[in-house]
């Protein structure tokens, strides 16, 4: 079956603009995560939606958003880019067993 | 979240076992203990969960100790393809709010 399928790969943009990033999850997964890798701070979570609602959010301000639709793919949205946004920002998607399912991840550069 | 602690960075040559220990003082009575493996620019892959005593899969093994204060990742006969950061995580099995902590990076030297 299809893994975790996010896009774009990659993503250059200019500080100040804002950004999407989509993730589709595993078919029948309604658990969708979504994390910021960087070298300095390490793979940290952002927030987790089940079932189109938001159910865990991580330390991150305000300008991190994200929304989940009713097939269970999952966007989130950067606005006021800044410098230190720039990172790989991966997706997760769970059937609530073990295993989180993770995707290749979105490479963000903000300059 | 229970906090973990593992080393930085092992070396291993290829063919030898590689154990890797977390330390998890702080685990709480419904957590598991998870260990994920990530290669550079790629999302990390679970490698293995346990609960307690000894759990084994086709590409790991997991001891945990009476106690659950720490755990031990086995690799059997490392390859270079096994170099990569592995992850120990303690949290609610199913959970998909995460916590990563450093890591450990294995090199693997043929």
């Known amino acids: 079956k299809a893994g975790v399928t996010q896009t774009p790969r990659y993503l250059i943009k200019t500080r100040g603009q804002q950004v999407t990033l989509s993730c589709s999850p595993i078919?029948?997964?309604?658990?969708v995560s979504w994390y910021q890798q960087t070298p300095g701070q390490g793979l940290q979570f952002l927030f987790e939606?089940?079932?189109?609602?938001?159910?865990n959010k991580g330390n991150f301000p305000g300008r991190f958003s994200g929304r989940q639709f009713s097939n269970s793919r999952s966007e989130m949205n950067v606005s006021t880019l800044e410098l230190g946004d720039s990172a790989l920002y991966l997706c997760?998607?769970?059937?609530?067993?073990?295993?989180?399912?993770f995707g290749q991840g979105t490479r963000l550069t903000v300059v | 979240l229970a906090k973990t602690t593992q080393p930085i960075s092992m070396d291993s040559y290829e063919g030898q076992e590689v154990n890797i220990t977390c330390s998890h003082n702080?685990?709480?009575?419904?957590?598991?203990i998870t260990w994920y493996q990530q290669f550079p620019s790629q999302g990390p892959r679970f490698i293995i969960q346990g609960y307690k005593t000894k759990v084994t899969n086709e590409v790991a093994s997991l001891f945990i100790p009476a106690d659950r204060k720490s755990s031990t990742l086995s690799l059997p006969r490392v390859s270079l393809s096994d170099t990569a950061v592995y992850y120990c995580?303690?949290?609610?099995?199913?959970?998909?709010?995460?916590?990563f902590g450093t890591g450990t990076r294995l090199t693997v030297i043929p």
């Open positions: 995580l303690v949290g609610e099995t199913g959970a998909n709010n995460l916590f």
């Open positions: 702080n685990i709480a009575t419904n957590d598991y």
């Open positions: 939606y089940f079932s189109e609602t938001q159910r």
């Open positions: 078919s029948g997964h309604r658990s």
């Open positions: 997760a998607s769970s059937l609530g067993a073990a295993e989180a399912f």
